[in-house]
T-cell receptor
């Protein structure tokens, strides 16, 4: 069964500290993985996709197939990073198929 | 076009009543998805469309739920005989297949409260 696990409901860090949001997945195949973010009073939006290998707003995420993980990292947290972060797995093999989301991690960056 | 829109934004209804939600996707997007999100959970897939064709329905979608996308543009999600367990945020998203983008664009959601 396809499953995404985000073990932390809440993560609090001080401004300037490194951040790592954990995500583990279960999928029998080559996964398409994403991080979505929801800032306060805004809609859910894509932060980054593993295949693009981009750094967005200073965040990166590396797919580790051996550990079935896709952790989100940022070296220096900013207050504006405070938000709800969801890791998601694309369920089908042909693209543009429904997403399976984790329960989310709330990141709180303390000044 | 300012993105995916959903109406109404909030709906309060009494148990047993029927409700209908509308989603207007980004105009050129051919795929449209419905998700449900309850407190403390991530969004859970309900159903999705390619143009007017409904491609898949989740086991979460009981017989009381029906979704349509009659002209391949806007979509409606109807819940008949609502129950308190239907209280949730209903999210709509759209995407354009065939571009390799895979990004889903979400609407603001419709919050349903069943009393």
């Amino acid at each position: 069964a396809q499953r995404v696990t985000q073990p932390e409901k809440l993560l609090s860090v001080f401004k300037g500290a490194p951040v790592e949001l954990k995500c583990n997945y279960s999928y029998s195949g080559s996964p398409e993985l994403f991080w979505y973010v929801q800032y306060s009073r805004q809609r859910l939006q894509l932060l980054l996709r593993h295949i693009s290998r981009e750094s967005i707003k200073g965040f990166t995420a590396d797919l580790n197939k051996g550990e079935t993980s896709f952790h989100l990292k940022k070296p220096f947290a900013q207050e504006e990073d405070s938000a709800m972060y969801y890791c998601a797995l694309m369920s089908g093999r042909s693209g543009n198929t429904p997403l399976v989301f984790g329960k989310g991690t709330r990141l709180s960056v303390i000044a | 076009d300012t993105g995916v829109s959903q109406n109404p934004r909030h709906k309060i209804t009494k148990r047993g009543q029927n409700v209908t939600f509308r989603c207007d996707p980004i105009s050129e997007h051919n795929r449209l998805y419905w998700y449900r999100q309850t407190l403390g959970q991530g969004p859970e897939f309900l159903t999705y469309f390619q143009n007017e064709a409904q491609l898949e329905k989740s086991r979460l979608l009981s017989d009381r739920f029906s979704a349509e996308r009659p002209k391949g543009s806007f979509s409606t999600l109807e819940i008949q005989r609502t129950e308190q367990g239907d209280s949730a945020m209903y999210l709509c998203a759209s995407s354009l297949s065939g571009t390799g983008s895979y990004e889903q664009y979400f609407g603001p959601g419709t919050r349903l409260t069943v009393t």
